[in-house]
T-cell receptor, first 113, second 109 residues
Framework: NAGVTQTPKFRILKIGQSMTLQCTQD?????MYWYRQDPGMGLKLIYY???????DKGEVPNGYNVSRSTTEDFPLRLELAAPSQTSVYFC????????????FGPGTRLTVL | GDSVTQMEGPVTLSEEAFLTINCTYT??????LFWYVQYPGEGLQLLLK?????DKGSNKGFEATYRKETTSFHLEKGSVQVSDSAVYFC????????FGPGTRLSVLP
């Protein structure tokens, strides 16, 4: 069991570029989440999904898009990167809602210059 | 809306010292409460949780008791080890799931 895997680990983008952060889980979890973690702050929810084909916005969705075509994969797309998107991004999954344990990936550190 | 307040860090302790990290929450109803831990270079891991008043969550020598009268869920450990050095996040799940800002703990040998 690999758990939750994320790629890449690090990335530097120029303003206006686009990229996709990959997230895969092998635990057959229905729920998946994308968070961002800014220095000295708790995690903020960007988007979440309760199953394949179903996604919804979290607290801070602007500038991001997601899709969930399979149970395993939940990619996060950044269009037109901005310096405000410099952060550490975590993908997580849980069997049901967040009252159950969330399993986190190791994170992607993104810098936008 | 729901919110979580944690004591500011960093907290630096010597090995075998007693640890308390304070956490208070604001939420309507009866939220579930969690402590997550983030070791260097890793994602968060669930440390313990409690789902109703007076419940005590415990794991790896850490404990926290759900106190509804004081809206608190303080994390304690009787004797910390160097391997406990990490960032600890308190979280609350009421209407929304909210993480606190995290408290960095460094344990010196």
């Amino acid at each position: 069991n690999a758990g939750v895997t994320q790629t890449p680990k690090f990335r530097i983008l120029k303003i206006g570029q686009s990229m996709t952060l990959q997230c895969t889980q092998d635990m057959n979890h229905n729920y998946m989440y994308w968070y961002r973690q800014d220095p000295g702050m708790g995690l903020k929810l960007i988007y979440y999904s309760v199953g394949a084909g179903i996604t919804d916005k979290g607290e801070v969705p602007n500038g991001y898009n997601v899709s969930r075509s399979t149970t395993e994969d939940f990619p996060l797309r950044l269009e037109l990167a901005a310096p405000s998107q410099t952060s550490v991004y975590f993908c997580a999954s849980s069997y049901t809602d967040r009252n159950n344990e969330q399993f986190f990936g190791p994170g992607t550190r993104l810098t936008v210059l | 809306g729901d919110s979580v307040t944690q004591m500011e860090g960093p907290v630096t302790l010597s090995e075998e010292a007693f640890l308390t990290i304070n956490c208070t929450y604001t939420a309507t109803g009866y939220p579930s409460l969690f402590w997550y831990v983030q070791y260097p270079g890793e994602g968060l891991q669930l440390l313990l949780k409690a789902t109703k008043a007076d419940d005590k969550g415990s794991n790896k020598g850490f404990e926290a008791t759900y106190r509804k009268e004081t809206t608190s869920f303080h994390l304690e450990k009787g004797s910390v080890q160097v391997s406990d050095s990490a960032v600890y996040f308190c979280a609350c799940y009421g209407q929304n799931f909210v993480f606190g800002p995290g408290t960095r703990l460094s344990v010196l040998p």
